[in-house]
């Protein structure tokens, strides 16, 4: 072999390694050419959660194919690259927005975003304390909201009386599932009661099976999760079980494809409208950097999946407390604390 092929072979495997070395996978999404550009970073959970960052890449693709935007997404492996990764999008890739999927971002969009003046950041599920710099656009939900009212359709399907709930990691957010799913069965069902367990885990579905198993041996038959990947093991858990008994409720988008004949329902989030309306406003130039756009049930933000497992009489009951949770006339808790006091008027 002469000396200029081992060169080129030793270049070759040099940028295999640190390719494959490195803190993120890249997706380019499809074929957009336009001059704008619009970025995405995931959380350790990945673009295939069947979850969170699932829907929010829906999002962009959304920009994609309706606004023409050339669009990009770096999935993070561990926490240690959501600095690196973002900073690539907004120094090498040039994005015009980078969107941070998550609050595990909290502390490295403040910081990137001071680097890259000129360019623009979204985060999803935090309004950094309320110290949103001026090139940050933070998008929050009402999760609570849309969590009472699956917390209704279990508390009024449940049989056994003992429902259970599945959170990721221990959060302030999470806690707003826990606390809205709770106060939701406890409205319908005085009787029922709530488990819960964490998987301290955004991607562990092992332990989302293990727990799941545990609640669904004890006695408990509907169980919902908000744990991004860990969800998987509950649905993966509840399909082994007796159907028409033990039922599963999804998160953040449609889940009933991982286990169509034992979901109940799902919560849904619409991260990729948010997304994808956050990002129209900044093409057209009608955005307003520097604030925290809220979405509940008023806005469209949150909502829940109407099944055929759902009866009428319970779907009339959640339709009926989903108006006057528009109207104002029921404000939802957002922690447990409040959950724990809380009784509809």
Same mark, same amino acid.
């Not at 295999?16 to 490195?22: F, P, T």
């Not at 950094?128 to 279990?154: C, D, H, Q, R, Y």
């Not at 449609?254 to 309306?277: E, G, I, N, W, Y």
């Given at each position: 072999?002469?000396?200029?092929? #081992? ?10 390694? $640190? ?16 001059? =704008? ?14 979850? =969170?960052?699932?829907?929010? #890449? ?8 309706? %606004? ?21 999008? $907004? ?7 980078? #969107? ?78 826990? $606390?809205?799913?709770? /106060? ?14 964490? $998987? ?10 293990? %727990? ?22 509950? =649905? ?9 008994? =033990? #039922? /599963? ?14 979901? %109940? ?81």
């Amino acid at each position: 072999m002469s000396k200029k092929s #081992w060169v080129a072979l030793l270049l070759s495997a040099v940028l295999i390694a $640190a390719v494959g070395c490195s803190g993120q996978n890249e997706n380019t999404g499809g074929t957009g050419e336009g001059d =704008f550009k619009v970025g995405m970073v995931t959380d350790t959970g990945g673009l295939n959660d069947e979850s =969170f960052n699932q829907t929010a #890449w829906e999002g962009i693709k959304r920009t994609e194919s309706e %606004l023409g935007a050339t669009i990009k997404a770096l999935e993070s492996k561990r926490d240690e690259d959501y600095i690196p990764n973002l900073t690539k999008m $907004a120094k090498n890739d040039k994005a015009d927005i980078t #969107w941070a999927v998550g609050f595990k971002f909290e502390k490295a969009i403040p910081e990137v975003a001071a680097q890259f003046p000129n360019a623009q950041f979204g985060i999803v599920d935090s309004n950094l304390g309320g110290n949103i710099p001026g090139n940050v656009t933070a998008v929050t939900f009402k999760e609570e909201e849309g969590s009472f009212l699956v917390g209704v359709i279990a508390g009024l399907t449940t049989k056994s009386n003992k429902v259970g709930f599945i959170g990721g990691i221990t959060s302030p957010l999470i806690k707003k599932f826990e $606390a809205g799913f709770t /106060a939701g069965v406890k409205a319908v069902n005085p009787n029922a009661t709530v488990t819960a367990a964490y $998987a301290e885990s955004f991607t562990d579905a092992t332990k989302g099976r293990s %727990l799941a198993q545990n609640m669904y041996n004890s006695g408990v038959d509907v169980i919902f999760h908000a744990s991004g990947g860990v969800g998987k093991g509950l =649905f993966d858990e509840v399909k082994t079980r007796e159907q028409g008994k =033990f #039922w /599963a409720i999804g998160v953040d988008m449609d889940q009933s494809k991982l286990a169509p004949d034992h979901t %109940l329902t799902s919560m849904v989030k619409k991260v990729d409208v948010a997304v994808f309306d956050v990002t129209k406003q900044l093409k057209e130039g009608t955005l307003k950097p520097g604030t925290q756009i809220e979405l509940g049930l008023k806005e469209g933000g949150v909502d829940f999946v109407k099944s055929n497992h759902i009866s009428q009489d319970v779907l009339n009951k959640v339709e009926e407390l989903k108006e006057k949770i528009v109207k104002g006339e029921i404000k939802v808790p957002a922690t447990m604390e409040e959950a724990a006091s809380f009784k509809l008027q």
